[in-house]
């Protein structure tokens, strides 16, 4: 500087370049400081000199000056004009660069984040005429360099990938690494070169520092390239030396294994050990592809978990939506408790709701309802934002978040209406599993979709022999849920029929179960018998479904109790001929009543989930006078005084039950009544229309089904005017032709 200062005016093209290379190779960070102080203002004289005669310049001061600017970071609108004339230079003498000097420049370019198309460009074109003269190195350089710029340059990379292939034991263990980084990142298939690659690295996996082992395994799994022995030799080789890898190479080492899908027990342990005591030094990101790969690859790491959980609950606003998405996702999992974390995460993703992708949207409902953790803001934010974008939804995401809605019991009209309106045209989307699933959930959330169970029935139909016995059972229970019967009926057909036989060995119990409550209400409710599967697997069907043990729950206990001082006679857990298991059975007052007495897991929201309106429906079909004990209803009843509460629940149970016993046809009543609607209900009166509200307006075909004699005779038994059920009736008969 003192020399450019006394005697610059007499500096020529080649003494400029040179200066700038000298000064590019200070390393000493004081004198850095000194030299780049004041943004710079030492540099001012000598960066003018250079702008006005670097048209002067031949291509290896261009190179030599673009490199040294480069590595003392000098950009910005002060340096625009000098790197314009840079661009200029470049491609004046384009074709007198010699190799070096196009790597150099190119990752000068990259380096300063300078986009300089043109220059790329032209340098592209002249280093894939003349690859062949590239040393390692510098192959290495020019594919980091264009990927790193962001530069497309397909031509140039095939031309590398192909030097390259034929001479990797000329790479060093950097050049290796870097050449793979490159051609993973820029998603440029050369299966030849990661071959080639991977052969040469395994063996000499002792050179690599931990950046570049982490960053190869990192390369071979972004680009989808199995590599069995590259990565057994990079786990032996690491996991020795795990105390050597900084954060963000500790979690792209797991990342990379987990993406892979290769086991690493051993490696997966030390890692595990080493980072719970460094969770401070990971920033967010490496948290959470940590804990993301640790559940991806099924290894239990307790300690670590706990550890992460720790840090990452006080830093959840460094998270960007992504990562928060993997991080719930991750816990759920491994289903590892971190309840603390869990409610940060789900106050923070309530309140950025808007930041996430439809897939991060659907896996945050996933995990927080595979995890069992209540978020019930966050699943009302969730539900706001999906319908606002519900068509950019794949098909996958539309099935995961109604299925998480449906499974954690939070109601959500407006959402499961737009899923289904969207579903119902796309479901050639669908996997087997995402029918499944949707049918599932909607008929578990008690929501009608007439249109949807109708797309789902022909399109299951017409690929039975994708399903599995899950799947199977699991479509066959939805529509039996959602009393939905295929118009034409052709999902439940000999194929069906002939799919459960063969597959008949395979159902797991509570499959089994399921395909029996669809026997019940296909073969009873509905008086179908074609498409039934074999006996042999029928008589399976219903002795699991028999044999499916309950559990009385204390609430069931306590209104048993009280029912029996009040003087009934009561029976608990009855197993029926048809398998269901009544809660209660109660002789009262001559009469012999069924009771359920429904807690929170009855219910999605306030209103009784499809597995709930199941069973009240088909045990009404067959026969029996059904009381329900819902747990809101009976909470209704607190008293601050003891003796008053127990008296307000026993005046409930005793209504309940009265009005059980004085309809004696309350399972067709309660059909008429649900298919008029609201509107027309009036005439039974506000609490009676709310109970049989619940049925459902999908009875209506067993209006439709009769006769005007059982009409007149329904329509006095529950106060309703003749008149008005033979309208029902008549539309009822029209909607189901």
């Not at 409550?517 to 074609?530: A, F, I, N, P």
């Not at 509107?679 to 999908?698: M, Q, S, Y």
Request: hydrophobic share 50%.
């Amino acid at each position: 500087m003192e020399l450019h200062a006394q005697c610059g005016s007499d500096f020529n093209h080649v003494n400029l370049a040179t200066c700038w290379s000298r000064l590019g190779r200070v390393r000493s960070p004081g004198e850095r400081r000194w030299l780049l102080s004041d943004d710079g203002a030492r540099l001012v004289a000598l960066r003018e000199q250079t702008r006005e005669r670097v048209c002067t310049f031949r291509a290896r001061q261009v190179a030599n000056t673009a490199h040294a600017l480069a590595k003392l970071a000098l950009r910005g609108a002060a340096w625009e004009s000098l790197w314009s004339e840079i661009d200029r230079a470049v491609l004046a003498c384009r074709s007198e660069f010699d190799p070096q000097g196009l790597a150099n420049t190119a990752w000068a370019f990259a380096t300063t984040g300078r986009a300089a198309p043109a220059p790329f460009e032209a340098i592209g074109e002249e280093a894939a005429r003349r690859v062949c003269e590239f040393k390692a190195q510098e192959l290495a350089n020019m594919a980091w360099a264009f990927v790193t710029a962001g530069r497309a340059a397909p031509a140039l990379f095939e031309a590398i990938a192909q030097e390259s292939s034929r001479r990797v034991r000329e790479f060093n263990p950097q050049a290796l690494t870097n050449t793979v980084w490159a051609f993973a990142t820029g998603g440029h298939a050369a299966p030849a070169l990661f071959e080639a690659i991977a052969e040469e690295s395994a063996g000499r996996v002792h050179e690599f520092d931990p950046q570049g082992l982490a960053n190869t395994a990192w390369a071979f799994a972004t680009a989808g390239r199995a590599a069995p022995a590259l990565f057994e030799a990079i786990a032996e080789e690491s996991a020795g030396r795990v105390r050597e890898f900084k954060p963000q190479e500790l979690a792209n080492m797991v990342w990379a294994f987990a993406t892979a899908g290769h086991a690493a027990p051993a490696l997966f342990e030390a890692i595990a050990g080493e980072t719970a005591g460094r969770v401070r030094d990971f920033n967010s990101q490496a948290l959470a592809n940590t804990a993301w790969a640790f559940a991806r690859a099924g290894h239990a790491a307790p300690v670590l978990l706990d550890a992460i959980a720790e840090e990452a609950a006080g830093r959840v606003r460094e998270f960007t939506s992504q990562a928060l998405a993997n991080t719930v996702w991750a816990f759920a999992t491994a289903d590892h408790a971190a309840s603390v974390l869990l409610d940060a995460i789900a106050e923070e993703a309530a309140r950025r709701v808007r930041e996430f992708s439809p897939q991060a949207l659907a896996n945050m409902a996933w995990a927080f309802t595979t995890a069992g953790h209540a978020a019930p803001a966050l699943f009302d934010a969730i539900a706001v934002e999906a319908v606002r974008r519900v068509s950019q939804f794949k098909s996958q995401e539309l099935a995961n978040t109604v299925w998480a809605f449906a499974t954690a019991g939070h109601a959500a009209p407006a959402l499961f209406e737009v899923i289904a309106e969207e579903s119902a045209g796309r479901v050639r989307e669908f996997k087997p599993q995402g029918l499944a699933n949707t049918a599932w959930a909607f008929a578990t959330a008690g929501r009608t979709a007439p249109a949807l169970f109708r797309a789902i029935g022909l399109e299951a139909a017409g690929r039975m022999g994708e399903f599995n016995p899950q799947t199977l059972a699991i479509t066959a229970w939805a529509f039996a849920a959602a009393d939905a019967l295929p118009i034409p009926s052709s999902l439940f057909d000999q194929r069906f029929a002939c799919r459960c036989d063969a597959l008949a060995d395979e159902f797991s119990v509570e499959n089994l179960c399921q395909l029996h409550q669809w026997r019940l209400w296909y073969e009873s409710e509905r008086g179908c018998s074609e498409g039934l599967p074999g006996a042999a697997l029928l008589a399976r069907c219903g002795a699991s479904f028999r044999a499916s043990e309950a559990q009385p729950s204390r609430l069931q206990r306590l209104v048993a109790e009280m029912l029996v001082a009040q003087g009934a006679s009561v029976q608990e857990e009855v197993v029926l001929e048809e398998g269901y298991s009544l809660d209660l059975v109660v002789h009262w007052r001559g009469e012999r009543l069924a009771v359920e007495v429904d807690g929170p897991s009855h219910f999605v929201g306030r209103e009784p989930n499809g597995a709930t309106l199941l069973k009240r429906r088909q045990l009404k079909h067959f026969g029996w006078r059904l009381v329900s004990v819902p747990y809101l209803e009976w909470n209704d009843q607190d008293h601050r005084e003891k003796s008053k509460e127990r008296e307000q629940r026993a005046a409930y149970l005793a209504s309940l039950l009265a009005d059980a016993a004085a309809d004696p046809d309350s399972s067709l009543g309660a059909s008429a009544a649900a298919a008029l609607g609201v509107g027309e209900v009036r005439e039974v009166g506000p609490k009676r229309a709310g109970k049989l509200h619940a049925v459902g307006i999908t009875r209506a075909v067993q209006l439709a089904q009769l006769s005007d004699e059982e009409a007149e005779r329904i329509a006095a038994s529950a106060g309703i005017s003749s008149k008005t059920l033979a309208t029902c009736v008549l539309n009822a008969r029209q909607l189901t032709s």
